[in-house]
């Protein structure tokens, strides 16, 4: 993807998400925060990119070690997002259930 | 796995992203919404691992560990808690974005081009800003390490400046000498130095903007990942995140009256205690007890509850759906008048009375409850100061002139529970508790809520 693709798609989405947020009720700002905290957890598959780089594809050689160095920054990577990903959806389930049961 | 199919399977985990947020545009479809947001992740997760080249032990390691220390503070954490929580995982989102640009950076196969260089360095700089902004308002918020009190100095815009303009540079260095990788380091350091220094000067009770603002960084370090990575989940999802975190950043500093410039370098810290207080209590506040607060409620049809962070901090909501649910069956009209910037997150009230099974219609935004105030027979006031402060109304110096108030002292009476008379966060006096409508009830928040619905009952 060149730069300009990546721009359009970054400006894209920056207005779609002030659409959907707007509508979203005071009543779940805290909900949307770690709901939306979860979502950024996306990074982790960077990390996991980085957590397992072994093979270079342009010598089509497989590494046993890998690249250390990538390799270690990839998995505290992969840890960090795992816990924004996973512990941010239950939470935010957490508290719906609470909103909902009510209804 | 093909490319092109790895493409598809990102694009449908960032509509399901978007469906997710959509969701939440209403407490009845919000479940669904964040089912939908966490398929989209585990999507995105999936294709991932499955497009090769990869050895998998570290990757389920990290999986592992990071998964287990996600459910249990997901369990664990008390509500009243949630807003260091949300400080915390913005922390660890841009800690996240700084070390997968820090791995691509010595990535030895990776690709050396301008794009991915400059965003590596936006990366790194947002995400450790987010990372040691976030664990200073963690520290605050939990009370560890760092006061709650904004610590200011003089110069200090300057030494903040000075730091910006050395990340920047050094990151700009990154960008022409890739080779050198520790200055990716001492930029993220300086970075770090900058986010702990823009929010160790901000008082505990402008959290919510400024958490609302750590929450649009960290989706934007996430999206300047995707920069890096040439990857469009990466961008759209950040995208989205950055959207939400400025949107209720914006939302926090309207319920203010305050510009963003203003709550992250000026703030109340600046302003001088207000002279006068004595002139606005002395003999003028009266007190009540909550035998007489209960026969107050007795007679009452309407009663509005405003909450505010002195209710989180007495743990008070349980106590508060006792007397709600005995004055509902007794035939009054109950409902709760929410602040955007009551408590220390946005949101941070209506969670607490969701969690004591307060039903959301009950909680009524202020400006749709202040323009019946004025029918209400009795408002009560509970661990609320500044966001009832009239002054916002009638004095134009008023450090929180214009901020939009709810309007209790229009009710009939006012029954204010708070500990004593100290000022709230803005450090002025408030008015209200002098007012000829107003009763002081001293004490502990939880405590009164209790004693009012037992003299209740024994009547």
Redesign the interface.
Known sequence: MDFISALTVFALAIFVGFEVITKVPPTLHTPLMSGSNAISGITIVGAIIAAGLSINPALSEYLVLGYPLTNFLGFLAVVFATINAVGGFMVTHRMLEMFKKKD | MPSALINIA?LI??IL??L???G?????T??R???L??L??FI??VV??A??????E??F???V???A???F???K?Q?TA?PQ??AI??G??G???V??A???L????GDATL?PLVAIAASGIIGAITFWGSLVAFGKLQGVGVPDQPVRYPGEQLVKILLLGGSIVLGAMVVLNPAEVEMYWIMAGIASILGVLLVIAIGGADMPVV??LL?SY??L???A?????????????????????L??TN?MCKAMNRSLANVLFGGFGAIPETAGTDDIYAGKVKRTSPEEAAMLLESASRVVIVPGYGMAVAQAQHAVRDLFNFLESKGVEVEFA?H?VAGR????M??LL??A????DK?I?MDNINPSMTQVDIAIVLGANDVVNPVARTDPKSPIAGMPIIDVDKAKTVIVIKRSLSPGFAGIPNPLFAADNALMLFGDGKKMIQEIVSALKEA
């Open positions: 990102y985990a960032a992203f978007i997710g947020l959509k939440l545009s209403h407490p009845r919000a479940v919404g964040n089912l947001g966490a989209g992740m995105a997760i991932t691992l497009r090769g080249n990869l050895s998998f570290l990757i390691a990290g999986i560990v990071g998964s220390i996600g459910v503070l997901a369990v954490i509500m949630m929580l949300v995982y913005n660890f989102g800690i996240a974005s070390l997968v820090g791995a691509e010595v990535n030895p196969i794009q958490i609302a929450n960290s989706g370090a996430a999206a990942t995707g920069f890096v990575l040439s990857n469009s989940v990466l961008i759209i999802a950040g995208s989205l995140v950055g959207a939400s975190g949107i209720l939302i929410i955007p997150m946005p949101g941070h209506n969670v969701a969690e099974d307060i039903p959301y909680l935004e």
